[in-house]
């Protein structure tokens, strides 16, 4: 798709959901324009007043972890991590690299957590965002 800015500037990029079908609740937008060129377009950002400066990972709450594995690994091409512990979420957990940030599968583990709390029925369901700070503000 593409997009003319009042300023007449071109803005194209590339778009994909994985069908109808898909139990993967995501769309990808790759964009063709060059970063720089898209984000003239808007002023600069002032900082957040709680230092996030970005998504660090998406957690996706799944009630099966093996079977949600299997269909973000077709989906994304990619090999999920090992399974792991995740005690923050209360969860067992893999994870898919995507860029800068990763898509973390959890399914809760027994007793109370924010994992446990998001579940729903399906392969996947509710999302839990950790953002990155600035250090210096930890």
């Not at 709450?61 to 090992?82: D, F, I, R, T, W």
């Not at 995507?98 to 029925?121: F, K, M, N």
Request: aromatic letters at 4%; charged letters at 15%.
């Amino acid at each position: 798709g593409s997009r003319r800015t009042p300023e007449g500037q071109e803005l194209r990029w590339r778009f994909a959901n994985m069908g109808p079908g898909s139990p993967l609740p995501f769309f990808v937008i790759q964009h063709m324009t060059p970063d720089a060129q898209r984000q003239s377009q808007v002023p600069k950002a002032a900082p957040h007043p709680n230092g996030a400066l970005g998504i660090d990972r998406v957690a996706v709450v799944v009630a099966e972890l093996e079977a949600a594995k299997g269909a973000y690994e077709q989906a994304l091409g990619v090999a999920a991590s090992p399974v792991r512990t995740e005690p923050l979420l209360n969860a067992t957990a893999v994870s898919f690299p995507v860029g800068e940030t990763a898509i973390v599968l959890a399914s809760p583990r027994p007793g109370p957590g924010p994992a446990q709390d998001d579940v729903c029925p399906g392969v996947c369901c509710c999302h839990i965002i950790n953002v990155r700070i600035d250090a210096n503000l930890r």
